[in-house]
């Protein structure tokens, strides 16, 4: 059975992309069949898994809004197990040209359940948003997982993310959950983070990843060598903890 599960947060720069990526890369090096499914018109995930938006034929785009087969969207990556539907700018339209069209909150859902039999898990890297592109998502997804960043007012704005949830859950998809709420970038010689951290557990409780994903200045080189943290630097703690979240994450099914 394949488990699609969406990273939202509406915030800009919490970690969705970097964890979608190596998240996507760790969980494919523990042999499980991986596709990364980038909803962002930036194509951070597209660029940074190693795919020149220049040599993209078809995106995420024509999926939404052309019908093409997402057969012929798919490309594979350097990395074994580990596919990409990519997305370039053209997905900026995107949000404006599906407003009219008909069953526009279900366009990525209907796309992806000719695929996802083929892989264990589907995992889909939101834009900073609360519109469509991100409702697609969480239409299509059995699950969210949430990365919250350790820092101020890391709670704020997630009565919004969770209401927008609840909507979903309500009138487009019954069975979507939270699969989990993953602390990024924590800085141990603040106790700012420590004290993040027991507020997002406060909160969440035991939907909280045990693994906690430490400020990891290799974690933000990655990107721009096109490679997942494993591949860049698999002795780095950024590629330890997100091996150890890829264990946590299939160790829940
Ligand atoms: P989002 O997709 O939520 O906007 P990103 O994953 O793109 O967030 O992260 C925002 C920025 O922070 C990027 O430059 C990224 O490389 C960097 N970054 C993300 N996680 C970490 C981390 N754990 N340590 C250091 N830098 C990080
Ligand atoms: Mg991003």
Request: charged share 20%; hydrophobic share 40%; proline share 4%.
């Amino acid at each position: 059975m394949s488990k699609i599960i969406a990273v939202a947060n509406q915030k800009g720069g919490v970690g969705k992309t970097t964890t979608a990526v190596n998240l996507g890369a760790c969980l494919a090096s523990l042999n499980q069949k991986i596709l990364l499914v980038d909803i962002d018109p930036q194509g951070n995930t597209t660029s940074g898994i190693g795919i020149n938006k220049a040599d993209v034929e078809y995106c995420i785009y024509d999926v939404l809004i052309n019908d093409v087969n997402p057969m012929d969207v798919i490309v594979p990556t350097e990395l074994e197990n580990l596919d990409i539907m990519p997305a370039t700018i053209q997905l900026a339209g995107a949000e404006i040209e599906l407003v009219p069209t008909i069953s526009r909150e279900v366009r990525l859902k209907k796309a992806l359940s000719l695929v996802s039999d083929q892989y264990d898990y589907v995992i889909v890297d939101c834009p900073p948003s609360l519109g469509i592109l991100t409702v697609n998502s969480l239409t299509a997804a059995d699950s969210v997982l949430i990365p919250i960043q350790c820092e101020y007012y890391a709670l704020e704005g997630l009565s919004q993310l969770l209401n927008t949830i609840r909507l979903v859950q309500k009138h487009l998809n019954t069975r979507l959950k939270i699969e989990g709420v993953l602390l990024t970038m924590f800085d141990a010689r603040t106790n700012l983070g420590i004290q993040v951290i027991d507020e997002v557990k406060k909160y969440f409780q035991n939907k909280v990843y045990g693994t906690v994903i430490p400020r990891n200045v290799r974690l933000s080189e990655a990107p721009s060598h096109g490679k997942a943290i494993i591949s860049y630097d698999p002795r780095s703690r950024g590629a330890e903890c997100y091996l150890d979240l890829a264990k946590e994450v299939v160790a829940s099914e």
